[in-house]
């Protein structure tokens, strides 16, 4: 097994790794009076040391795979609070205006206002990510405006549900 074969080994999926780790076990594990009673007594003395160096890095393998979602999952988890965080942070200081905008998206139904497309009220939010165009529909206004519906993102209505100072 040349350079190249390990390293395509070590690219493997998980999946791979594990039916070779339980192949090799079954080989170093049983007793010697069922692979003679299966035959392959002579198989596994004849390649013992290979079997058992495939099994070892088989296991470093798998421990890698297991630590590397591991750390992606870390990885993830973090950034996803470090930017809650500051998008709650945006959320605090928003004009009074803005806030009072998201308290009556948040009393409504569903979470969502229709705004005037060509009012800009709500394009700071949806650009903050606060709020969201949740339908391309468009609406007639009373005065022959056109209304676009928008809605609260999910993150901000769990926040306005646990607090309630805002």
């Known amino acids: 097994m ?10 493997a ?6 039916t070779l780790l339980a192949f ?12 003679n009673w299966l035959g392959l007594l002579p198989f596994r003395e004849k390649y013992k040391t290979s079997i058992g ?9 798998l421990l890698i795979i297991i630590m ?3 750390v992606k999952y870390l990885t993830r988890r973090i950034k996803n609070s470090l930017m809650k965080k500051s998008m709650i942070k945006q959320l ?7 806030k009072d ?10 979470y969502t206002t229709r705004f005037d497309m060509i009012s800009g009220k709500h394009t700071r939010l949806s650009e903050l990510e606060i709020i969201f165009q949740s339908s391309k529909m468009t609406y007639p206004g009373a005065r022959g405006e056109v209304l676009i519906a928008y809605t609260l993102q999910p ?3 769990e926040y306005l549900n646990n607090d309630k100072d805002y």
């Open 2 to 11: 040349g350079l190249k074969e390990i390293l395509e080994y070590i690219k």
């Open 13 to 18: 999926p998980a999946r791979t790794v594990v």
């Open 24 to 35: 090799c076990s079954t080989f170093l594990l049983f007793p010697e009076s069922f692979m």
């Open 53 to 61: 160096a495939i099994w070892l890095l088989s296991i470093c393998i």
């Open 68 to 70: 590397e979602k591991g």
């Open 92 to 98: 605090l200081n928003l004009q009074d205006y803005e």
């Open 101 to 110: 905008i998201i308290r009556k998206m948040y009393i409504c139904d569903a």
């Open 155 to 157: 993150w901000v209505t």
